[in-house]
T-cell receptor, first 113, second 113 residues
Framework: DGGITQSPKYLFRKEGQNVTLSCEQN?????MYWYRQDPGQGLRLIYY???????QKGDIAEGYSVSREKKESFPLTVTSAQKNPTAFYLC????????????FGPGTRLTVT | GENVEQHPSTLSVQEGDSAVIKCTYS??????FPWYKQELGKRPQLIID?????GEKKDQRIAVTLNKTAKHFSLHITETQPEDSAVYFC????????????FGGGTRVLVKP
């Protein structure tokens, strides 16, 4: 199952609160990604980072923020500006330039009420 | 950007029969096409991938074919078993989007015993 961990597995928050999802990898991968998955749908890219201290917006970045201060860590903050934050969030990593294979963490299921 | 269409959205097969899932992509520069299997509540798992310099790749009961001219690729599962029941996602990358993966909408496969 690779060396990608996400915590917690389930997360519950009240509307209006920011929440940070953790993603850690010990694969020495350069690139890391955050996806959102809604029931019965595919994966949509939120943010990605090809290298430490650099990241780019994906297709649905509004209402989210990230940081990449360490190679092994890529936390995602779901802000109160995200209109529909309840979803399954998946983190992935790949070795970087020249290698496209992405390996996924176990995911965090976020419920906001 | 890249757009990936996947069909069918659901597929029901009898155990022992074959299953075929098809995907089309829009960016002719894309050169990497992975397939992921996702069981309910679990992370997507890479099951097979193909690069644009290859027309077909096989791994035991699964195979992927690529037609670069038509910009489509397919997953073939032979001798299906109940444990093949899952959601399958195709993806494409390597074109203008670089290492980013663009996913299809998924196919829910049900293998009936």
């Amino acid at each position: 199952d690779g060396g990608i961990t996400q915590s917690p597995k389930y997360l519950f928050r009240k509307e209006g609160q920011n929440v940070t999802l953790s993603c850690e990898q010990n694969l020495n991968h350069d690139a890391m990604y955050w996806y959102r998955q809604d029931p019965g749908q595919g994966l949509r890219l939120i943010y990605y980072s090809q290298i430490v201290n650099d990241f780019q917006k994906g297709d649905i970045a509004e209402g989210y923020s990230v940081s990449r201060e360490k190679k092994e860590s890529f936390p995602l903050t779901v802000t109160s500006a995200q209109k529909n934050p309840t979803a399954f969030y998946l983190c992935a990593s790949s070795s970087g330039t020249g290698s496209y294979e992405q390996y996924f963490g176990p995911g965090t299921r976020l419920t906001v009420t | 950007g890249e757009n990936v269409e996947q069909h069918p959205s659901t597929l029901s097969v009898q155990e022992g029969d074959s299953a075929v899932i098809k995907c089309t992509y829009s960016d002719s520069a894309s050169n990497y096409f992975p397939w992921y299997k996702q069981e309910l509540g679990k992370r997507p798992q890479l099951i097979i991938d193909i690069r644009s310099n290859v027309g077909e790749k096989k791994d035991q009961r699964i195979a992927v074919t690529l037609n670069k001219t038509a910009k489509h690729f397919s997953l073939h599962i032979t001798e299906t078993q109940p444990e093949d029941s899952a959601v399958y996602f195709c993806a494409a990358s390597g074109g203008a989007a670089g290492n980013k993966l663009t996913f299809g909408g998924g196919t829910r496969v049900l293998v009936k015993p």
